[in-house]
């Protein structure tokens, strides 16, 4: 099973990103998804969460409104579109898989199994 994220770039405060992750080798369809992130010097945090099939979607308060996460699961695609960047999001940005279907959702990084290698996001003032 693998997990890839693209995405991830520099850029200036206040413009938009989106990031992807594609899954091969089970059916992450069935999984809740997350992504985390890990700046410098700093603890990985949950950044937002998705069902299954998209139903609930959870998020971190301090991108609640700027960020929105998504999935396309005939694509086998997480998405996390992010706008009004701010340099406090800067950090390498991580997706995430349980490996077991569920009908919920976490924001529990211990509750995840699979992991990409994640994407780098610089936001610059």
């Known amino acids: 099973a693998q997990l890839v994220e693209s995405g991830g770039a520099s850029v200036q405060a206040g413009v938009s990103l989106r990031l992807s992750c594609v899954g091969s080798g089970l059916p992450f369809t069935n999984f809740p998804m997350a992504w985390f992130r890990q700046a410098p010097g700093k603890d990985r945090e949950f950044v937002a969460a998705i069902s299954w099939n998209g139903g609930r979607t959870a998020y971190v308060e301090s991108v609640k409104g700027r960020f929105t996460i998504s999935r396309d699961n005939a694509q086998n695609t997480l998405y996390l579109q992010m706008n009004s960047l701010k340099p406090e999001d800067t950090a390498v940005y991580h997706c995430?898989?349980?490996?077991?279907?569920?009908?919920?959702?976490?924001?529990?990084?211990?509750?995840?199994?699979?992991w990409g290698q994640g994407t780098r996001v610089t936001v610059s003032s």
């Open positions: 995430a898989s349980w490996s077991t279907p569920y009908y919920g959702l976490s924001n529990s990084s211990q509750d995840y199994t699979y």
